[in-house]
């Protein structure tokens, strides 16, 4: 999965994730307790597995608005991050 952003000066991660070839620069976030205490308010509300739901608490966490994922239903709305599945017919 990979969300797509952008990031204002008050978002920037202390590390960033060197990517492969031409992947550059990328934000990292810890897995913490308040990310892990939003993902299971996502995965209850939402009834998503709970490294889905990790996954998108991390994407609102980094003011995400679209998460690429084939995983998740393709439009679904997770409280202003949606899914976006390049695979998904039209």
Not at 3 to 22: F, I, T, Y
Not at 75 to 88: I, K, L, W
Request: include cysteine; glycine fraction near 12%.
């Amino acid at each position: 999965m990979a969300v797509a952003h952008r990031l204002d000066s008050n978002v920037l991660p202390a590390r960033r994730c060197q990517g492969g070839r031409g992947a550059g620069s990328r934000p990292v976030i810890p897995i913490d307790v308040p990310l892990m205490r939003h993902a299971l308010q996502l995965k209850s509300r939402y009834g998503i597995a709970c490294w889905d739901a990790a996954v998108i608490a991390g994407a609102h966490r980094l003011r995400a608005s679209t998460l690429v994922s084939e995983d998740l239903a393709h439009g679904q709305d997770y409280g202003g991050v949606r899914v976006f599945n390049p695979f998904a017919g039209s």
